[in-house]
């Protein structure tokens, strides 16, 4: 690279993406994102997605929460680890919408054809959102625990909470020492 070119960085929340930009030779100008018609308008205009975005924290009781860029909604559900070590699932209880909850509190339970067990929820805050699909389809959370198969979305009241709870290396290593 060379010492008038630009070098620009952007990333997804969970790959760094580089992006060179070089003098312009008819003008010797450095090219820049704004000069570029070729890159999408989020790009010129030198927004970049949060590197924050769905950034996903686990607990060691195996549940998950995914918080969206908005830093103030979260996902949960129970990991794919957690998934295959109950077996086949057969049932799924709901938390109730609009309900509040703290970190540690029982929001529901999974009942599958070994053993049952309750979800724990990993943040301070409102149920704001459920996935029924897994109270007619609840093999989802074996086909699919940390996509399809999330159990409610909530609304976070103490983000501070989020930083006691394991990144997705950490969470890697948890399991690795129970196999």
Same mark, same amino acid.
């Given at each position: 690279?060379?010492?008038?070119?630009?070098?620009?960085?952007?990333?997804?929340?969970?790959?760094?993406?580089?992006?060179?930009?070089?003098?312009?030779?008819?003008?010797?100008?450095?090219?820049?994102?704004?000069?570029?018609?070729?890159?999408?308008?989020? $790009? !010129?205009?030198?927004?970049?997605?949060?590197?924050? =975005?769905?950034?996903? %924290?686990?607990? #060691?009781?195996?549940? +998950? *929460?995914?918080?969206?860029?908005?830093?103030?909604?979260?996902?949960?559900?129970?990991?794919?680890?957690?998934?295959?070590?109950?077996?086949?699932?057969?049932?799924?209880?709901?938390?109730?919408?609009?309900?509040?909850?703290?970190?540690?509190?029982?929001?529901?339970?999974?009942?599958?054809?070994?053993?049952?067990?309750?979800?724990?929820?990993?943040?301070?805050?409102?149920?704001? $959102? !459920?996935?029924?699909?897994?109270?007619?389809?609840? =093999?989802?959370?074996? %086909?699919?625990? #940390?996509?399809?198969? +999330? *159990?409610?979305?909530?609304?976070?009241?103490?983000?501070?909470?989020?930083?006691?709870?394991?990144?997705?290396?950490?969470?890697?290593?948890?399991?690795?020492?129970?196999?």
């Amino acid at each position: 690279m060379g010492p008038s070119a630009l070098r620009l960085a952007f990333s997804n929340g969970q790959r760094t993406y580089f992006h060179q930009f070089r003098p312009c030779a008819r003008c010797r100008a450095t090219a820049s994102p704004s000069t570029m018609p070729g890159l999408p308008l989020w $790009r !010129r205009a030198g927004f970049a997605q949060s590197s924050r =975005a769905n950034v996903k %924290k686990y607990t #060691e009781d195996h549940e +998950w *929460i995914e918080v969206a860029d908005d830093g103030r909604t979260g996902k949960i559900g129970i990991s794919t680890y957690a998934s295959s070590q109950l077996g086949d699932v057969v049932f799924v209880e709901l938390p109730e919408l609009e309900q509040h909850v703290s970190a540690g509190d029982a929001i529901g339970a999974v009942e599958s054809v070994k053993s049952a067990s309750d979800i724990m929820s990993p943040a301070t805050g409102v149920i704001t $959102r !459920r996935n029924d699909k897994l109270t007619e389809t609840p =093999a989802l959370l074996n %086909k699919s625990a #940390e996509a399809d198969g +999330w *159990i409610a979305e909530m609304t976070i009241e103490d983000n501070a909470e989020l930083g006691k709870l394991m990144d997705q290396e950490a969470y890697a290593r948890l399991i690795g020492e129970e196999k």
